[in-house]
């Protein structure tokens, strides 16, 4: 295949995607972005999910910051709006933490058990200071961040998840069960934080050999374990 048409298709389809987007999803009187519409750009649930006005956000500052086409005011400033909304009603008040969801006018809805909203957000406000120069969107980057690592790596019950024995560790006889999600997750995150600052990167360079020790340990157990049940089935 010719690599040229493909990347022909990629350019032409992804110069679509945010046609669509850019003008469908916008919501102009309560701000941030509609999520759900139809093919035709129809909103059939007026819900707003953070963890996807946050990926939003990241997507238009990080096409603005690398693709001549795309560092337009129009984009800009979509970006910008949407991050004000995810900082207004997405992130808890006083809190290094965000709700699952909200209503249109930005009211709380749903919190969930998972880090991946945060994660989300710190990629959302980390391209946003790129994008603006405005160091307080670093800031609040940084601190999620903070919380996100906490959270994989040291203690998650401030996500309100509940210890039970089948889960392992703490003397349990089988290994303890790992999320692959969480460590490669972090991974993404960590890079999107840093981007090209290698004095950045290496304030970091712990967590990164953390997340992917984890990461690497996760895949041989979950290996271990379906060898395991092959042989016993």
């Not at 022909?8 to 999520?35: I, T």
């Not at 160091?135 to 959270?151: G, T």
């Not at 972090?186 to 999107?192: I, K």
Request: net charge neutral.
């Amino acid at each position: 295949m010719d690599i040229g048409v493909v990347l022909a298709r990629c350019e032409r389809e992804l110069l679509q995607s945010m046609q669509f987007w850019l003008q469908h999803s916008h919501d102009h009187v309560h701000g941030g972005f509609h999520n759900c519409l139809t093919r035709k750009g129809e909103v059939y649930d007026t819900m707003k999910y953070g963890w996807l006005q946050c990926r939003q956000v990241w997507m238009y500052c990080k096409l603005y910051n690398s693709l001549p086409q795309y560092h337009t005011p129009q984009v800009l400033e979509a970006a910008v709006k949407g991050g004000e909304f995810a900082r207004k009603h997405i992130k808890i008040p006083g809190e290094t933490r965000c709700y699952f969801a909200v209503t249109e006018d930005g009211r709380p809805a749903r919190l969930q058990r998972k880090p991946y909203t945060e994660c989300f957000y710190v990629m959302a406000m980390s391209e946003l200071c790129r994008s603006t120069g405005d160091v307080s969107y670093q800031e609040e980057a940084r601190s999620m961040l903070e919380q996100v690592i906490k959270w994989v790596r040291e203690d998650d019950s401030g996500l309100g998840i509940p210890r039970l024995p089948g889960s392992g560790g703490d003397g349990a006889p089988l290994p303890a069960a790992r999320e692959l999600g969480r460590p490669m997750m972090l991974l993404n995150v960590l890079s999107e934080f840093c981007g090209g600052e290698g004095e950045l990167r290496s304030s970091y360079a712990q967590h990164f050999d953390c997340a992917m020790e984890s990461g690497s340990t996760s895949l041989l157990v979950r290996t271990v374990r379906g060898f395991q049940g092959a042989r016993g089935a």
